[in-house]
């Protein structure tokens, strides 16, 4: 994706209903959307593992995600 590019990549996500509903369930304890929390959740897990620059300067996905 080029740098520029500021829309976001849709991917089909399959997931257990067991895991759905604990999602659900804790995007509900966040005030975020379903996919709003995974969204978060993997950016923390790329943070984590690439530090906390791995997505660029302008990224700040936990403003984007709580406003939505």
């Given at each position: 994706m080029e740098k520029n590019d500021k829309s976001k990549k849709q991917v089909p996500l399959?997931?257990?209903p067991t895991l759905y509903a604990k999602l659900a369930s804790w995007a509900d304890d966040d005030f975020r959307s379903v996919n709003g929390q995974i969204e978060y959740l993997l950016?923390?897990?790329?943070?984590?593992r690439y530090g906390k620059n791995a997505l660029g300067e302008?990224?700040?996905v936990e403003s984007k995600i709580d406003n939505q």
């Open positions: 399959r997931l257990s950016t923390e897990c790329v943070k984590k302008d990224v700040d």
